[in-house]
T-cell receptor
Framework: AQTIHQWPVAEIKAVGSPLSLGCTIK??????LYWYWQATGGTLQQLFY??????VESVVQLNLSASRPKDDQFILSTEKLLLSHSGFYLC??????????FGPGTRLTVL | GQQVQQSPASLVLQEGENAELQCNFS?????MQWFYQRPGGSLVSLFY???GTKHSGRLTSTTVIKERRSSLHISSSQTTDSGTYLC???????????FGDGTVLTVKP
């Protein structure tokens, strides 16, 4: 069975500090991977997707970047956090770009 | 305009009543999913239903492509059904899910 993990569970960071959020998928080779973001009370938005190692496509510009260093790993990062980056970050995977399965999420508070 | 519109925005029921949640979309679609969002934010996949009707326990999802709508029916609601229900569609071939704003369901005992 496939499992998806995200880390950390929650973060409190200062404006201007760097950020790195991680996501790993176990039990599935070559999955499509996605990052989503939801502001408090807002709508979920897809940020990035990747269909293979080393290739990441940006969907929404939020001064964030993503990388896929390994087949089962997806990283979301920025060198300088903004207040507007606060929210809930979800990683998802798909075997076929149709049905998507979500991780438990990371709650980020930027102060 | 918004590609995916959910209605109602919120719904309050007495336990045992049925609920009908709607999702209307303005584009073609390759996939349609319904999710339950837990209070902590994580998503539980309820249905992958790009067309037709699917059942799972007390839940039924129906998607009618030519009418550009999908619905989620909850029968005999329970207090544990309370939460936010989201529909999401993809009209690309890249898995770019576009989410609706959700329906917040409250079931009172």
């Amino acid at each position: 069975a496939q499992t998806i993990h995200q880390w950390p569970v929650a973060e409190i960071k200062a404006v201007g500090s760097p950020l790195s959020l991680g996501c790993t998928i176990k039990g599935k080779s070559s999955p499509n991977l996605y990052w989503y973001w939801q502001a408090t009370g807002g709508t979920l938005q897809q940020l990035f997707y990747s269909i293979t190692v080393g290739q990441v496509e940006s969907v929404v510009q939020l001064n964030l970047s993503a990388s896929r260093p390994k087949d089962d790993q997806f990283i979301l990062s920025t060198e300088k956090l903004l207040l507007s980056h606060s929210g809930f970050y979800l990683c998802a995977w798909s075997p076929d770009s149709l049905r998507q399965f979500f991780g438990p999420g990371t709650r980020l508070t930027v102060l | 305009g918004q590609q995916v519109q959910q209605s109602p925005a919120s719904l309050v029921l007495q336990e045992g009543e049925n609920a009908e949640l709607q999702c209307n979309f303005s584009t073609s679609l390759n996939s349609m999913q319904w999710f339950y969002q837990r209070p902590g934010g994580s998503l539980v996949s309820l249905f992958y239903n790009p067309s037709g009707t699917k059942h799972s326990g007390r839940l039924t999802s129906t998607t009618v492509i030519k009418e550009r709508r999908s619905s989620l029916h909850i029968s005999s609601s329970q207090t544990t059904d309370s939460g936010t229900y989201l529909c999401a569609l993809d009209n690309t071939n890249t898995g770019k899910l576009t989410f609706g704003d959700g329906t917040v369901l409250t079931v009172k005992p």
